[in-house]
């Protein structure tokens, strides 16, 4: 399972930053740990994942500004996205992406995060 | 980036039909296409369907199932039951950034 906490307010320019906790097994496996967003009324956009060593990939269009890191002793990684507008409110999903299918097959429940002074 | 289109992007069908939504990628992608369902409400978390284009997931009733390899894949819902009626996303993970589609809102004629 994997559950997201985090502020549910962020202020423009801020930094947003979410964490998600792997439970029911280790973060150490053939699995990437991913970020996925969903502003309101809209489609799904992927964020970035991790990779238990800290190897990552990030959305191009994201790329400056986002930041994603691993904590192998507490089994769960983060999500820093800086200089945030109102365009970074959104649902914030944790998920794994599974080794062998290739799909992203758990998800958190999400977390709503709105940019707003 | 890899584009990813849907077609139709909303339909409206009844219980037992059979539905076919299409996904088409800018470029080849072999086989990793993923089809994902999401449902409004308390835990609107997206579910796996199919994964590599026609690998139905764990769980998944046996009237979805997918097709097609390369730029053109289907997902087919072979008897419309009440509980499918949801937004239905396909996703490439061939190349990141692992992209969608924009979805297919599936609702009740």
């Known amino acids: 399972q994997l559950q997201e906490s985090g502020p549910g307010l962020v202020k423009p320019s801020g930094t947003l930053s979410l964490t998600c906790v792997v439970s029911?097994?280790?973060?150490?496996?053939?699995?990437?740990w991913t970020w996925v967003r969903q502003a309101p009324g809209t489609g799904l956009e992927w964020i970035g994942e991790i990779y238990h060593n800290g190897n990552t990939n990030y959305s191009p269009s994201l790329n400056s500004r986002v930041s994603i890191s691993v904590d192998k002793s507490k089994n769960q990684f983060s999500l820093k996205l800086n200089s945030v507008t109102a365009a970074d409110t959104a649902m914030y999903y944790c998920?794994?992406?599974?080794?062998?299918?290739?799909?992203?097959?758990?998800w958190g429940q999400g977390t709503m995060v709105t940019v707003s002074s | 980036d890899i584009q990813m289109t849907q077609s139709p992007s909303s339909l409206s069908a009844s219980v037992g039909d059979r539905v076919t939504i299409t996904c088409r990628a800018s470029?080849?992608?072999?086989?990793?296409l993923n089809w994902y369902q999401q449902k409004p409400g308390k835990s609107p978390n997206p579910k796996v369907l199919?994964?590599?284009?026609?690998s139905v997931n764990n769980g998944v009733p046996s009237r979805f199932s997918g097709s097609g390899s390369g730029t053109d894949f289907t997902l087919t819902i072979s008897s419309l039951q009440p509980e499918d009626f949801a937004t239905y996303y396909c996703?490439?993970?061939?190349?990141?950034?692992?992209?969608f589609g924009p979805g297919t809102k599936v609702d009740i004629k």
């Open positions: 029911g097994g280790s973060i150490i496996n053939s699995n990437w």
């Open positions: 998920a794994s992406r599974h080794g062998a299918k290739n799909a992203f097959d758990v």
């Open positions: 470029q080849t992608i072999d086989i990793y």
């Open positions: 199919i994964y590599s284009g026609s």
């Open positions: 996703q490439q993970t061939y190349r990141s950034p692992f992209t």
